[in-house]
């Protein structure tokens, strides 16, 4: 799986859009860029991914450049709740055996009021 | 609303003893992983499974084993606990072959294990 860069944290006013970039160089043809987050003393939560195209869901909006080594997650209004750990993970598609993620350090996002 | 849960939230055990470690998904998912995490080092994945009385080693598989015998339910077993594996034990459920590249795992709660 393709290795991916974040910054360690970053700060946002709340209501304003938070965006959290992402790099990842070396992705090949067939990875896709998945996000989760982890709030303090939960379980991760699956966010969104993508493959080639911008996508969007009722939490998020993941932007991916056109040579796709790098993506932004945007949340459009960020909310208090919304402070977590926030991870990029790049791998291929999951296959019945080693459908497993790898979680680096991720970004700290702290929404301020 | 899907569900994960795990035994417990907290757990205090001593050096030696033998440690189960319980998860259940209400989602009717084939995979089921056990992951810990730790400061610095991020989600490592210890085990996982596709199906019933499947198995297959993860990252770091040494010093634990697992079990399942029904689909909803994910044990790991720490055989002879040491404080090396004081740690948050996350455990996580998926379904696979949707397409699109879909791999939302659902993850549990956590249990944090001290050894002393």
């Known amino acids: 799986d393709a290795k991916t860069t974040q910054p360690p944290s970053m700060d946002c006013a709340e209501g304003r859009a938070a965006n959290l970039p992402c790099n990842h160089s070396?992705?090949?043809?067939?990875?896709?860029v998945y996000w989760y987050r982890q709030i303090h003393s939960q379980g991760p939560q699956y966010i969104i991914h993508?493959?080639?195209n911008n996508e969007t869901n009722e939490m998020a909006s993941l932007i991916i450049t056109e040579d796709r080594k790098s993506s932004t997650l945007i949340l459009p209004h960020a909310t208090l709740r919304d402070t977590a750990v926030y991870y990029c993970?790049?791998?291929?598609?999951?296959?019945?055996?080693?459908?497993?993620?790898?979680f680096g350090g991720g970004t700290r996002l702290m929404v301020k009021p | 609303d899907v569900k994960v849960t795990q035994s417990s939230r907290y757990l205090v055990k001593r050096t030696g003893e033998k440690v189960f470690l319980e998860c259940v998904q209400d989602?009717?998912?084939?995979?089921m992983f056990w992951y810990r995490q730790d400061p610095g080092l991020g989600l490592r994945l210890i085990y996982f499974?596709?199906?019933?009385?499947m198995k297959e080693k993860g990252d770091i598989p040494e010093g634990y084993s697992v079990s399942r015998e029904k689909k909803e339910r994910f044990s790991l077993i720490l055989e002879s606990a040491s404080t090396n594996q004081t740690s948050m034990y996350l455990c996580?459920?998926?379904?696979w072959g949707l397409g699109g590249g879909v791999d939302e795992q659902f993850f549990g709660p956590g249990t944090r294990l001290t050894v002393l």
């Open positions: 996580a459920s998926s379904l």
């Open positions: 070396t992705i090949s043809g067939n990875e896709y």
């Open positions: 993508g493959l080639k």
């Open positions: 993970i790049v791998r291929v598609a999951p296959v019945r055996a080693g459908n497993m993620l790898t």
């Open positions: 989602m009717d998912h084939e995979n």
């Open positions: 499974s596709y199906d019933v009385k």
